[in-house]
Structures are given as structure tokens and as C-alpha cells.
């Protein structure tokens, strides 16, 4: 029996939402709360139990392999629309799920099992038993979607030999490409920082599409995580950005420029802070971009009063807080540092869960994607 335990953190964008969209720097972080997958080698049939969706689905692979899906293209088998219609009309999949995150989460999964299977199993199906939970809540910006896709992609290319249990730097590329697909499957046109922050771990900076910098080795800063519980749809939001980008482009290149400019700022203290992590000059300095940040995206539009009312709650205690993510709802972090020395981080915890609030109390930059391996 081969036995594969993946876990892989969450992450938060610290500088950069909607920006990035436009070639701006943001500056990604991983958090405390993680996916936990185990994968347990099986004969003849494949088990997915997603525990924190309430999902459990099993299939026959006697009666899988009589269908034929679109051919793998090289080593990364990139999605499609071909390839999501197959996965929905073999597994019947929207007659089977209560809601669209549970269907997401289905053709996500399978699609990394078909084709990696495909590409690394030689053509035959990965025989299993998959259990997966998760700390992270869908929908919150915490990138729920980026740590289940980085676990599954791992699982299954361990399994099939394709990347080793240590994760060499080779392997970690390997995984992240492969998370990004199934990103796509969630997201339509996602920026890649979610994978790549949850695969990685630390801090990264990443512009133009593309990872500039990463920081394996950041101070672990206690932050709190914020969850107004108010749902918010990503899609509208970037499109709402849009429509006033084109309205007033002139100013929103502006903010966009000012965004762009905090996060490269920020990125510069947290490398300084790397080797000074106790700088006072250098928290406080995090604390203002922190807040310059929330007021540059309150420009845009895509805050909520929750979020400002947050971002009060905070500032009566000494400390800076922000929307995290899409906004329009969602997160909002808190960065656990008062100028004044004002220690009192309780009695602001307290407030918030009294407004009704969700905190976690977590840190960030921890170890990205983690593999522990049990073999015959």
C-alpha cells in the first residue's frame, strides 16, 4: 500500500489586488491555514471525499476506462473547453452536485487525475482513495481553490514517480504548472499568484504575470485574518475596475501606479526585514503602506463597509488592516503591530468577533507545499 499525506497553506495578497490584473508588482504571502489531502493506493476504483464541502464520490475504473478523453499534450496538458465538457458529460456531474463550488472541485480533481494519470501512469488511471479538508473558506480570498489544486497535483505526481517526496526545485515548478490549470478551471483567466504562493510558500513578488522575487525564509508576522462573511463574486469586481478604467482611465492608471509603487516599497522593507526582523523603522513603515493600500483600493471602489468597518475597529487599537483579495466583501487582514506599543491585540479580537466578525488569529510566511511518503 502506498500512502501520500500533501498539505499546502493559504495565501494573502499583502499588496497588488486588482493591479496585478493591469502588469502591476503584488506581493503574496502564504498564511498558517492549509489544505491537508491523504492519498491511499486502492484496486479498481477511485474515492474523492471532499469533508469540508460534504462531498464523497467513487467511481468504477472497470467502467471509466471504456471512455476516451481528449489526448495529453506534452507534459502539461493544458484545460479546455473540449476537455471540461468531456469531464461533465462522463461524470454526470451536474445532476451530482449541490452547489458550484462542490462541481468546481469535481472537474478540478478530475481533470489533474485523467491527465497526469495520462502523462506519468502509462495511460492507465491512478487507483486511489483521495480524503481532503481544508482550514480555508471558499470564497474569502484565502486561496481555498490554488492549496486544493497544489495538493491534488502533488499527490498524484508523487504517486506516479513523477516528482520526488522532497520536492526538489525541478518538482515544485512541475506542481505549480499543473495547479495553474486547474486555477483555470475555477477562475477562467487566473494571475498564477495563488498557485505559485501556495506552492512556494513565504513571500513572492509577481508582475506581468510572471514571479519576480520570492522570500523563502520571511519572519513569521502575526497577523489576523478577518472574514466579514459576506460573499463577493471576483469576476464582477475585476469588471467593475475595468469599466471605470475605461471611463477615467487617466485616474485609475494613477491609482493603479500608486498600488504598484506600495507593493515594490513593501517588498524592499520585507527583504530588509529579513535580516532585521525587529526593525522598529521598518514595522512602522509596513504599518503605512498597509494602510496607504486599503485607501488606494477604497478609491477603486472595491471595498465594502465591513471592510472600512474593519479597518476602524483596527486603527482604535493602533493597528493598520486592509481589504485582502477582490474585496467587495471577503477578508480583510489586520497587521498585529501598534506604533505606540499598545499591546492590547486581545481586547481587538475581542471587538471584532463581538461585531460578528470571523478572525483567525494566524501567521504569515510559512513553508509552502509539503509532502510525507509511505511506500511498500
Not at 200 to 220: C, H, Q, R, T, W
Not at 299 to 305: E, I, K, R, T
Request: aromatic share 8%; net charge negative; charged share 20%.
Amino acid at each position: 500500500m502506498m500512502k501520500i499525506e500533501v498539505s499546502a497553506p493559504g495565501k494573502t495578497i499583502l499588496h497588488g489586488e486588482h493591479a496585478v490584473v493591469y502588469g502591476k508588482a503584488a506581493v503574496a504571502v502564504s498564511v498558517s491555514l492549509k489544505t491537508s489531502l491523504t492519498l491511499i493506493s486502492h484496486e479498481n476504483k477511485v474515492v474523492l471525499n471532499l469533508k469540508n464541502l460534504g462531498l464523497k464520490k467513487e467511481w468504477d475504473l472497470n467502467v471509466l476506462n471504456d471512455y476516451s478523453f481528449p489526448d495529453s499534450d506534452g507534459d502539461i496538458t493544458p484545460v479546455n473547453e473540449e476537455i471540461i465538457e468531456k469531464i461533465s458529460q462522463v461524470f454526470i456531474l451536474n445532476s451530482e452536485c449541490n452547489s458550484e463550488s462542490q462541481k468546481l472541485a469535481l472537474v478540478s480533481f478530475l481533470y489533474l487525475w485523467i491527465y497526469i494519470s495520462k502523462c506519468y501512469n502509462h495511460g492507465s488511471f491512478i487507483s486511489c482513495i483521495v480524503d481532503i479538508d481544508s482550514e480555508l473558506s471558499v470564497g474569502s480570498g484565502m486561496g481555498s481553490s490554488a492549496s486544493y489544486s497544489v495538493c491534488l497535483a502533488t499527490a498524484m505526481l508523487v504517486f506516479c514517480g513523477r516528482t520526488t517526496p522532497s520536492l526538489l526545485p525541478e518538482d515544485k515548478e512541475l506542481i505549480n504548472k499543473w495547479a495553474f490549470q486547474a486555477e483555470r478551471i475555477f477562475h477562467g483567466k487566473p494571475s498564477g499568484i495563488d498557485n505559485s504562493i501556495c506552492t512556494y510558500g513565504g513571500a513572492l513578488l509577481f508582475e506581468n504575470g510572471k514571479v519576480i522575487d520570492i522570500l523563502s525564509n520571511l519572519p513569521s508576522f502575526s497577523i489576523l485574518l478577518v472574514n466579514t462573511n459576506v460573499p463577493r463574486n471576483t469576476k464582477v469586481l475585476v469588471s467593475n475596475v475595468k469599466q471605470k478604467h475605461e471611463l477615467y482611465p487617466g485616474v485609475v492608471d494613477a491609482i493603479m501606479a500608486g498600488i504598484d509603487a506600495v507593493s515594490k516599497e513593501n517588498w524592499h522593507l520585507m527583504k530588509d526585514l529579513q535580516d532585521s526582523p525587529c526593525e522598529m523603522d521598518n514595522l512602522s513603515k509596513f504599518q503605512d503602506l498597509v494602510e496607504m493600500n486599503h485607501h488606494l483600493l477604497k478609491a477603486l471602489d472595491v471595498s465594502h463597509a465591513k471592510l472600512d468597518d474593519i479597518y476602524e475597529i483596527a486603527k482604535k487599537y493602533n493597528c493598520s488592516s486592509k481589504l485582502t483579495g477582490a474585496g467587495g466583501g471577503g477578508c480583510a487582514i489586520v497587521f498585529l503591530y501598534s506604533k505606540n506599543g499598545d499591546s492590547s491585540f486581545e481586547l481587538l479580537k475581542n471587538e471584532l468577533q463581538q461585531h460578528e466578525y470571523e478572525v483567525h488569529d494566524i501567521f504569515m510566511g510559512c513553508p509552502g507545499v509539503q509532502v510525507k511518503f509511505q511506500g511498500q
